[in-house]
């Protein structure tokens, strides 16, 4: 993998966590676990290959793209996580086997 192959993954994947992040504000849940499909299989060629150190403004870039991800999922996780608390409450809770 390249510095330009690196710089571009995150963009993507920080392009598809901002795109999450209006789908969470808008209740589009279906749309919020395709992208949450596509930015996982997105992540995955960080760990499938050898990742190049960045050095100079590459790495600059990098740690901000970073910034924007981790900001997104922030928001994304401030708008799910009451949702989710909601509907457990709502969800009948399973019964054991006996």
């Avoid at 330009?4 to 920080?14: F, G, Q, R």
């Avoid at 749309?31 to 290959?49: D, V, Y």
Wanted: glycine share 4%; aromatic share 4%; charged share 20%.
């Amino acid at each position: 993998m390249t510095s330009t192959e690196v710089l571009s993954m995150y963009e993507n994947i920080a392009g598809m966590t901002n795109q999450m992040v209006k789908a969470a504000r808008a209740s589009d849940w279906d749309s919020l676990s395709q992208l949450e499909k596509q930015c996982a299989s997105e992540a995955r060629g960080a760990t499938a290959g050898a990742v190049p150190a960045l050095s100079g403004t590459p790495r600059m870039r990098k740690i901000d793209l970073l910034k924007q991800i981790l900001a997104n999922d922030r928001e994304i996780r401030a708008v799910t996580e009451p949702w989710m608390t909601q509907l457990a409450n709502v969800m009948p809770a399973p019964r054991p086997n006996l």
